[in-house]
Every structure is written in structure tokens, then in C-alpha cells.
């Protein structure tokens, strides 16, 4: 059996291939890496509830379940920024993921 790579095979059906692997965002210091990176994810589990909530804006239920969710994840990425030294936060905020 021979294996092609994901590339090949978006070639093949004619289609563009994006890599979706995160590329973690680098801290100034290093010490606060691992805190940069739980905050990162947090944002952007939010943005993803954001966008399924920006989706469902028509239905009550799915939007109240996502609005909740937003609320949720927001406040655990605001939970981790308190952590961080300001020029860290500024960092963040600056990205592309803000």
C-alpha cells in the first residue's frame, strides 16, 4: 500500500491544502511560556465558540449554548492574563489571535 501525504492528495482533488498545525506563540521571557501558551489555547477556544455563536444568531437555544460557552472560556483566558507581566498581555493582545 503506498501512503502519499495530505499535499498530494489536496493536488490530486484539486484543492488547496492548509496547514492547520498551531504555531505557538513565542513569549519574551521564557519563563512565562507555559502561560502564554494556556492563554492561547483559551483564546482560541473562544474564538471558535465565537464564530459557531456568530453562526447560530437565529436560534435562541444554540445561541444562549454558545453565548455561555464564550462567557466560559473568556474568563478562563482573562484568568491566565492576570498572571502574565503587562509587556506579555501586550504581546497577546497585538496577535493575530486577539
Avoid at 3 to 19: A, F, P, S
Avoid at 47 to 62: G, T
Amino acid at each position: 500500500m503506498k501512503t502519499i501525504t495530505l499535499n498530494e492528495l489536496g493536488n490530486k482533488l484539486g484543492i488547496e491544502v492548509v496547514n492547520l498545525t498551531p504555531v505557538p506563540m513565542k513569549a519574551i521571557n521564557s519563563k512565562h511560556q507555559t502561560t502564554v501558551n494556556r492563554a492561547c489555547a483559551w483564546l482560541k477556544k473562544y474564538n471558535a465558540s465565537n464564530d459557531l455563536r456568530d453562526e447560530h444568531y437565529c436560534d435562541d437555544k444554540l445561541y444562549a449554548k454558545y453565548d455561555k460557552l464564550c462567557d466560559k472560556q473568556f474568563n478562563q483566558f482573562l484568568g491566565w492574563m492576570e498572571i502574565l507581566p503587562k509587556r506579555e498581555q501586550q504581546a497577546i493582545y497585538k496577535s493575530d489571535l486577539y
